[in-house]
């Protein structure tokens, strides 16, 4: 594959759709800039039970690699890290033989703990560096891209295929756990049954991880960012936890909380040295205190990864959940989010790690922790249902009418040159069916 020019390279990613592929999907060539001295390819795999990243990597090395290259040629960066657990021992081997034609490329081990794949917690870990509160990993020389995301731009580079397809962990109470490549606005019903069925009556399922990742409906589809479909009792502790009413949660605040600041003690960002202090959030919102709105802006700096909610509360409180509410309605009220100081990191962080088996554990999982191989062969479906926002940024718009007929890569939604997004491509032959302000509906 030919190096690029910076402008050439973003375009090239912009128009292919290629977004990260998880998360809030921030758009990848928005993540370009000279400033970048080192890459991390994160690998971290961060919510329990998933395995699409490191299977990706054991399938796809020399290419993931490859692009890896070509992207730091281009923004001429020193170095780029493969952030990996040394458990997924398969991926690291599959590294390590392709390591002597990319000699700009090193491995960092991470910590078998949550959550590793936290971007601000991945670059502490391989680099020493801590990202600022509130800033972006560009503020200390650093982009981060995952496993798929990386393989995504390979596919763009290589040939200019657009983002159709989508790898997805089929796991938990199913018959055959699975890792699948589909397309994209597949129902996730759909890929319970490639999975074998569930195993329990009135499954509930999760797009995503136990901790990250939210309930959705049957007829719920596969978007850019989705990484698993988790299946289970819809009696289970985390689907429970995950169906807090936040107006009642702060009732139970104010009943509970006991000011123990487990929550707190825990937090990943805190140990880093970001002000979020989820105790001193759940104090001031129990009071309805707002002499002091701190604990209110600084929700802000909250990565929602879930732990206080899921694992360090002892009352089974939602701090997260709450927290989450409050940020969200600050950013629908245009509240800027404040300047904060970072503090040293906690001198007793890596004493308080999350070990993955200890939350596993915890989250009543170890029954469901098992292999889900990885399978390149192609799903088909006869329907796909295109969300408008798959990416952090604008929402696309669509570019087609209802009875056009549609290309597998065909751009299907865009977004403004000028606006932060990325395009939607169909990922089948088909005809537009149906187009709402949500989605776009096309069947073969």
Avoid: W
Avoid at 133 to 139: C, M, S, V
Avoid at 334 to 346: F, G, I, L, R, Y
Avoid at 364 to 371: A, I, K, T, V
Avoid at 413 to 426: M, R
């Amino acid at each position: 594959m030919r190096d690029m020019n910076l402008n050439e390279l973003k375009e090239l990613l912009r128009g292919c759709g290629v977004v990260g592929a998880g998360g809030a999907g921030f758009p990848a060539y928005a993540k370009l800039d000279t400033r970048i001295t080192t890459i991390i390819l994160n690998c971290a795999e961060c919510d329990p039970l998933l395995k699409l990243h490191r299977q990706v990597l054991e399938h796809h090395a020399r290419k993931i690699l490859s692009a890896l290259q070509i992207v730091l040629r281009t923004v001429q960066a020193d170095e780029a890290i493969i952030a990996i657990k040394p458990s997924y021992k398969q991926a690291v081997e599959a590294v390590k033989a392709e390591l002597s034609g990319f000699p700009f490329c090193r491995i960092g081990f991470l910590p078998e703990v949550y959550p590793a794949g936290d971007e601000v917690v991945a670059i502490y870990e391989v680099t020493g560096k801590v990202v600022p509160a509130g800033r972006l990993p560009i503020e200390v020389g650093v982009a981060v891209f995952n496993v798929e995301t990386m393989l995504n731009a390979y596919d763009a580079i290589k040939s200019g295929m657009p983002v159709v397809d989508k790898y997805i962990t089929v796991t938990g109470a199913v018959r055959s756990p699975v890792t699948l490549k589909v397309p994209i606005g597949t129902e996730v019903s759909k890929l319970v049954e490639l999975a074998g069925g569930a195993t329990v009556e009135n499954p509930a399922l999760i797009a995503g991880g136990p901790m990250m990742g939210e309930l959705i409906p049957p007829n719920g589809v596969v978007t850019k960012t989705t990484n698993a479909v988790l299946v289970l009792p819809e009696d289970h502790y985390v689907v429970r936890r995950k169906q807090c009413n936040p107006s009642i949660e702060i009732k139970r605040a104010m009943a509970a909380c006991s000011q123990c600041r487990m929550c707190t003690d825990l937090c990943p960002r805190y140990l880093l040295g970001h002000p979020v202090e989820p105790h001193i959030f759940m104090r001031s919102a129990s009071s309805g205190s707002t002499k002091d709105i701190g604990p209110y802006l600084n929700t802000y700096f909250c990565s929602l990864c879930g732990l206080c909610d899921m694992y360090s509360c002892f009352q089974l409180l939602s701090p997260r959940a709450l927290m989450n509410t409050c940020k969200t309605g600050l950013i629908k009220h245009d509240v800027a989010a404040p300047e904060a100081e970072t503090a040293p990191v906690h001198g007793q962080r890596e004493g308080r790690y999350i070990p993955m088996t200890r939350l596993i554990s915890r989250l009543g999982l170890s029954e469901y922790d098992r292999p889900a191989p990885l399978s390149d062969v192609q799903v088909s479906t006869d329907s796909v249902r295109l969300t408008l926002r798959q990416h952090k940024g604008a929402p696309a718009v669509p570019a087609v009418r209802e009875g056009e007929k549609v290309g597998r890569g065909q751009l299907v939604a865009g977004v403004e040159p000028s606006k932060l997004g990325c395009p939607v491509h169909s990922p089948i032959d088909g005809c537009v069916r149906q187009i709402t302000g949500e989605y776009i509906l096309i069947e073969k």
